[in-house]
Each structure stands twice: as C-alpha cells, then as structure tokens.
C-alpha cells in the first residue's frame, strides 16, 4: 500500500491521495521489467539477466558458460557478480545486514553483499550500473516519456509521466517494478516440492532420500528422527512442521562456502579506466570480491574488506570476507532446454547442481584418500600429501570459511557416496515451478 512512498517523501500524494490501482500498478511493472528501452544504449531489459525461462537467471547459456558473468548494455562491459534468482526475492529479509546471534551470521538485504536494503532501493542498481544498463534516473523517465508505457504510466498513477519531476517519476516506476517482483508471477509455489508438501503426489525414492539429506531428518522437516545429512537445510531453511511458514529454502544468511575465484571473469581484465571510469576494476587479476565485506567497512570508512592501501590494519575484524548472501534454491534448474547450461555461485564459477553438491561434498579433500585440508590454519596448503580436489577458495579466510577440521556434517567433507549426491539433486530438482498457465498471474 505505502509502494509510491517508499523512499519516505511525500511522492505522489499531491496528485492522488488513494494508492495507485495495484492491477494498473503491477501491468506497468511487467511491461517496464520487460522494457529494454529504459537502457543506454537501448537493448537491456530486467528480462536480458532475470528470464523466467531460466528460473529469473540469465537466459544466456554461452555466457554461462564460458564467461559466468553477463555482459551490460554497453558492449564489453561486464558485471562482476552473476544475474542470481530473482524469484521469491520478496521474501528475502530487509536490510541493512545485521548479525543475528541466533545463527553467529548477518542476515538481510539484495544483492550477494546485501548493499539494498529494500526491492525498490535494488532497482536503480542496475539502471545506474555502468556496466548493466548504464542510465540515470533522468534517463529512465525521458525513456518512459518516450517509449511503449507512456498510457500503461497514465493508467497506474493517473498523470503523465512528463509532467512529474524526475525524482517523482523515478520513484514510481521503481514502485512499479518492485510491485510486479512481488506478484505471484516471482513466487508462485507451484513446484512439485510444493505439491508433495501439500499431499497432492508422492516424490520419487530418490527425491525423498534427497530431502532427507537435506534436512537431515527422516521426515524432511526439522525435528524428524535424524538421518545421515548434508545439512543443507541450516542455510537453506525448510521451516519446522508447526511454524506454518512456506519454505524458501533460504535463510538470508551471509556465508562463506568457499567458492573458488573464476578465471573466465572478464571482469578481471576490465582495467581501463578511461573507458569505463566507473566501472572499470583497476586491481586486474588481483580483484578479490569480498562480498559482504564490500560493502560494511565502507561504512566504517575502511576500504573493501578492510584488506590494502587505506586499512586500519585490524584486517576482517568483523568476520564477513567473502561471505555472500544465501540464495534460494528454487528454480535452481530451471532452463529452457535439456541443452542450456546455467552457473552458479556468486562469480558463475560451477556450471550444475551436480557439481556444486559435489563440492559441498568434496572441497575440503585431496587426491590423498583420508585426507582433509584444514582451512582454519594459517597456511591450509602447506605440507600436502595429495593434490587438492578444488582450487583455492576466492577468499581463502580461516575466519569465515565454514570449515569442519576434518568432522563429517559441515561444507566440504560430508562423507556422501555418489548415490547421496544423485538423490540430493534429484531433490533440488523437484523446486522448479510449474509453467504458467498463459493468463494466470
Ligand atoms: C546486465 C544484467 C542485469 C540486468 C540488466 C539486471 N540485473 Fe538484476 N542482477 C544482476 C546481477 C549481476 C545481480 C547480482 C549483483 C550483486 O549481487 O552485486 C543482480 C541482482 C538482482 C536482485 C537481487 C536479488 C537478491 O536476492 O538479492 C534483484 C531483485 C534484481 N537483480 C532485479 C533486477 C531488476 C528489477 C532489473 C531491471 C531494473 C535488473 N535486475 C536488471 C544482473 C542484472
Ligand atoms: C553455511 C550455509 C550453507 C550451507 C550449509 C549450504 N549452503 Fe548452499 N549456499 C550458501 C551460500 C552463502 C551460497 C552462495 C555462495 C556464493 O555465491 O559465494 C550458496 C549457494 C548454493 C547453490 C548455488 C545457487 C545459485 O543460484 O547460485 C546451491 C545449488 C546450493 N547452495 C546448494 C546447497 C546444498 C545442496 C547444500 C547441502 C549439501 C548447501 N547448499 C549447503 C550457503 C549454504
């Protein structure tokens, strides 16, 4: 209800003191996140990066490929960071992060380091991001003014769009957008999980014996009789039996599991600064993504991770390096074709689900059998026997690096056999949702 205000002004009560009509709301919201004139130069939408098709990933499977990342509106520009899911994002908790002593994490906000506090601040992230669609606020509304939802704009907040300020004007196009992200078209529920959930089928033995490891207990709920886990689920929450809650299969908790860096990251090589002032990564191959720790030591005048030149030399003293934002794992495989091939993590550096439960399974191991590296040495990689499994992690922390020293039941040394690591997929893939019916909402 409070959409049109969400940054706190008094936007749009001058011209209308009831709520937009939501219907005329979230059509304009559709058609804008669909709208690839709102990019400089035009060619970029909401829908290049975020495609239902693709379970609201990138719908690019060469650049998922090969790059990981996908390129921006300009071309040669690439984001950093991967398109993640953006379905059930509206149930993602708010930020700013903070550290919720019940689970020794952060929790809360968008994108991987939490950097939005709400969907509607997220939006002019990639609208403004040189190297997404690189626009500005004036730019967006002189291309609503001009483009294929002038009437759709009309009809929601019953004035022209050219005859608002462009603060206003941006303001409600981004309450738009954020409307539409919080449709059921984002969040529909309509999985197979969802249906077995409700009693409607019965998953396959190998889907339930996925869930099982997930959760770690026979009954696929927290707080069945306990079973061997992988302990999926104390990140990726399925709710308790009595809470009521739909699962998310999402905590909001930063995390660091280890993900290796990805050399294929073009955005290693984005180094000229003359041709990309603001979204250049004048480090090279040295840039290292800190994650959550990119973004709250800036807020303590520290640089990012509080690594380097300008650091006031206590190093990651508050425990966030190279922890990310958990994902939700709905829609994890959804693809268009058999064929397409989609990445995950934060950096795109794993190309399946099956090789990222592989090394949830494995990373920790070497080609030594027995042998377990333990990554809260100093030097993890000192006096091997064998040859690691993985590539370093991307940020190597002793600090926040989930490690087990070796114990089964943590990241990185489950003790699954192939057949585990089978049903677990089996599992993530029953969280696709169905396709929408074609005029269903
Ligand atoms: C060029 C590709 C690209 C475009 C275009 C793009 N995004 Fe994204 N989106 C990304 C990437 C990459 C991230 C993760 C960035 C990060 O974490 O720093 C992201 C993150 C997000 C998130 C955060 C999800 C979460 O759980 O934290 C939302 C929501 C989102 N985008 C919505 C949108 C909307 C709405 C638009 C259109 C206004 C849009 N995106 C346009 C690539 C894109
Ligand atoms: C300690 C918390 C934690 C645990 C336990 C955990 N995850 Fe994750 N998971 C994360 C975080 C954080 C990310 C994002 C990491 C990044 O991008 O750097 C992630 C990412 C993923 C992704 C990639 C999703 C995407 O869209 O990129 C998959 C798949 C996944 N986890 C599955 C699992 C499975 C299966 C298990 C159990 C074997 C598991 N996770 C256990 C926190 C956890």
Known sequence: MALIALHGTSAGVARTAAPPPRDALVQLGEALFNDDTLSRPRGQSCASCHAREAGWSSPDSVANEHAGVVQGAVAGRYVNRRPPTIGYAEFMPAGPPVF???????AGGFFYDGRAATL????????????EMNNTPAGVVRAVADGPNVARFRKAFGVEVSSLAVDEAFQDIVAAIASFERTATFSPFSSRYDAYVAGKLSLTAAELAGLQLFTGSRTGRPGGPAVKTATCSSCHTVEPAAAGRRDVFTSGTFHN?????????????????AANPEGCNPLGAAYIDYGLGSVLYLQKSCPPGNAGNGSDGRGDFLRINGTFKTPTLRNVDTRPAPDFVKCYGHNGYFKSPREMVHFYNTRNLTTSPGEVINFTARQPYAHLQGKPLWPPPENPDPQTLVNPTGARGLIGNLGLTAADEANLVAFLQTLGDAPPASTSR
């Open 100 to 106: 919720l002593t019940s689970r020794a994490a952060y």
């Open 120 to 131: 509607a601040d997220q939006i002019s992230g990639p609208i403004r991001n040189p190297n």
């Open 257 to 273: 599991i280890g993900i290796p860096k990805n050399p294929a990251n073009p955005y290693y090589a984005q180094t000229d600064a």
